[in-house]
C-alpha cells in the first residue's frame, strides 16, 4: 500500500475514532480512486444528476491555488445533485479549468446533467483521482439540510482528478452521515 492509501485509510480510522460508525459503503465512497457514479449505479441503479448551478467564473486565489492555475482565470462552477429515484444521494461542488478542457468535454459538461465520471469514460480520458481530505460536516449549510431533508452531520471528501500530470477538475462530495447504511444488493 502507498502512502495516499494510507493517509485516506488512517483519516476514515481518525473520523472512526472519534465516534462516527461508518458502514463499509460509507467508508468505500469517502476513500474511492475511482469513480463514485459506477459505484453508485452498481449499489442503487443509475443514477441522474440534477444540476443547482453552474456558472463561468474568473478563479479568486482559493480556486487558483486549488487548481494550480493562474488567479483570474475563468473556471467552471458546478454544483450538482447526484440522485436516484427522486432520492438525492450526493451532493457534489466542482471547479473545472476551461483551459483544460477538450471543446467536445466543454459541451457535455454545460449543456447536459451527466455526470463528470460518465464525460471522462465517454471520451476515454485517462485520469486518477487524489483524494485530499475527508471529514465529517458538523454544521452543514441549511440547503444541505433542505435538499436531503435531515439534520444530520455529513461525509465530506474532496479530491482532485489529474489528466496529463494537471489538476484537470476539484470535486467535494458530501452526503449525510446516515445515508448508505444498509445493504443495496437486492
Do not use: C
Not at 473520523?15 to 463499509?24: C, I, Q, T
Not at 459506477?38 to 480556486?63: A, H, R, Y
Not at 461525509?155 to 458530501?174: F, G, Q, T
Amino acid at each position: 500500500m502507498n502512502k495516499k492509501e494510507l493517509r485516506i485509510i488512517d483519516k476514515i480510522e481518525n473520523l472512526e475514532k472519534k465516534g462516527a460508525k461508518l458502514s463499509n459503503t460509507q467508508k468505500i465512497l469517502l476513500a474511492t480512486d475511482g469513480s463514485v457514479t459506477t459505484i453508485l449505479d452498481v449499489l442503487v441503479g443509475e443514477i441522474k444528476i440534477k444540476t443547482l448551478k453552474q456558472e463561468f467564473q474568473e478563479s479568486n486565489s482559493d480556486i487558483a491555488k486549488l487548481l494550480s492555475i493562474d488567479e483570474g482565470e475563468i473556471v467552471n462552477y458546478r454544483v450538482v445533485v447526484m440522485y436516484n429515484d427522486n432520492s438525492p444521494l450526493i451532493y457534489a461542488t466542482s471547479y473545472i479549468p476551461i483551459k483544460r478542457l477538450t471543446s467536445e468535454f466543454k459541451k457535455d459538461l454545460i449543456s447536459a446533467d451527466i455526470p463528470i465520471g460518465r464525460i471522462l469514460r465517454k471520451y476515454n480520458i485517462e485520469s486518477r483521482r487524489e483524494i485530499q481530505t475527508v471529514q465529517i460536516e458538523k454544521t452543514p449549510k441549511e440547503e444541505l439540510k433542505n435538499i436531503f431533508k435531515t439534520n444530520a452531520n455529513f461525509l465530506s471528501r474532496d479530491y482532485h482528478i489529474i489528466h496529463n500530470d494537471e489538476i484537470l477538475i476539484w470535486i467535494e462530495e458530501k452526503f449525510p452521515i446516515d445515508s448508505f447504511l444498509k445493504n443495496y444488493k437486492n
